[in-house]
Structures are given as C-alpha cells and as structure tokens.
T-cell receptor, first 114, second 115 residues
Framework: EAEVAQSPRYKITEKSQAVAFWCDPI?????LYWYRQILGQGPELLVQ????????DSQLPKDRFSAERLKGVDSTLKIQPAELGDSAMYLC????????????FGSGTRLTVV | AQSVTQLGSHVSVSEGALVLLRCNYS??????LFWYVQYPNQGLQLLLK??????LVKGINGFEAEFKKSETSFHLTKPSAHMSDAAEYFC?????????????FGTGTRLQVTL
C-alpha cells in the first residue's frame, strides 16, 4: 500500500535554531498538506499545495515558517528560528485531487524544542 | 467555515461493550465528514468518511457512523470493543474541494478499553 513518507521521525532542537522537515507524498498526488498537532489537540492546517503552488497558507506563521514544494513532488517545511511553542507533531498528507474525500497521512515528525 | 465538537475527551469501555464516540459539526456548506484514529506517535488513519452518499457509513475494524443532518451529528460506533481499539479518535469536517478541502479537526477523544 502506498504511503506518505516523512523524515525525520523525531527531532530535538534548541531554541533559536533552524529545523526542517521533509515529506514525500504518494506518487501522483497533486495536493499536499502540512498540519501541526500540538499535544492533546487536533491537527491544524499550516499550508496546502496544489502541485507546486500554495493554495492556502493563512495559518502559517510566516515570520518563522516557510514551506516549499519545488517541482510539485516532495515538500520541505522549515522553521527558523524555532521557539519552545513549536514543539508538536508535524503531519504531512496528500491526496490525488483537492477533494473532500479524505487523504493519506504520513507518520509525522515529532519536534521537541528545548 | 466549518467546526467540529467532540463530546468527551476520554471514554472508557469494557472489552466487548459498545463503543460510542460523539461528534457534532457546524458547516456553512454540505459537509464531508471523517473519523480518523491515531495511535501514540503515529499519523492519522482514516476509519471512515461521509461524502453525501449513504447516511450510514461503514468503515474499517468494525466501526460505523451515521450522518444525521437534523442533529448535525456524526457519531462513531462499534458494537463490541477490542483491546486494540484503545487509541485517540478524531472527527473532522471539510467543505469539499480546493481550499475547502482542508480538514478541520475536533480536539479528539481518547478511548480506553478495559478487561
């Protein structure tokens, strides 16, 4: 069964350092999402891509977060500088089309900022 | 805009007992509704989805949910709980396509299954 690949699985970084997460969606999936899940809460959308274009980044803290999906395949989410409040699970998901049919999530990257 | 309310952050049932996890939604457009399960330090796995077809939706692992428009509810049930069902469950809603395809999640319900 096809999977959404994410790396690293776990990341510990110091406050004010830069950190990056990588996501490889299911082959052929044009829509890619990054969600952030704070412990004890539901995931919240950070950014949505359609191919290489950003469709929705209204909840992305643009002063410190950036996301790119060059060539419309894999994607990188970066935080610089990291803050204590960024500690969370970062989940990537992809879908074949941007439809409301549910999509496939990766296993996530657990970030701890110390 | 869409929102989801999950009633009960923790639910405990005995093995073999009925599982009922409650979800109420709010949506300005016909909603698509989903239930996901999450095990510790894992991603989200889709249990089932409602996309305007049959109101009673059957999913994996014996779970099902019924869409009730009049009650704006989409409660998740399973007739007989198994120890392996212990996990966090999230109800989510989306508005359909494009930017409306983003999922808005509830705060989750942790299901505990006891012997």
């Amino acid at each position: 069964e096809a999977e959404v690949a994410q790396s690293p699985r776990y990341k510990i970084t110091e406050k004010s350092q830069a950190v990056a997460f990588w996501c490889d969606p299911i082959s052929g999936h044009a829509t890619l999402y990054w969600y952030r899940q704070i412990l004890g809460q539901g995931p919240e959308l950070l950014v949505q891509f359609q191919d290489e274009s950003v469709v929705d980044d209204s909840q992305l803290p643009k002063d410190r977060f950036s996301a790119e999906r060059l060539k419309g395949v894999d994607s990188t989410l970066k935080i610089q500088p990291a803050e204590l409040g960024d500690s969370a699970m970062y989940l990537c998901a992809s879908s074949l089309v941007p439809g409301g049919y549910g999509y496939t999530f990766g296993s996530g990257t657990r970030l701890t900022v110390v | 805009a869409q929102s989801v309310t999950q009633l009960g952050s923790h639910v405990s049932v005995s093995e073999g007992a009925l599982v009922l996890l409650r979800c109420n939604y709010s949506s300005s457009v016909p909603p698509y509704l989903f239930w996901y399960v999450q095990y510790p330090n894992q991603g989200l796995q889709l249990l089932l989805k409602y996309t305007s077809a049959a109101t009673l939706v059957k999913g994996i692992n014996g779970f099902e949910a019924e869409f009730k428009k009049s009650e704006t509810s989409f409660h998740l049930t399973k007739p007989s709980a198994h120890m392996s069902d212990a996990a966090e469950y999230f109800c989510a809603v989306s508005g359909g396509t494009g930017t409306a395809s983003k999922l808005t999640f509830g705060t989750g319900t942790r299901l505990q299954v006891t012997l």
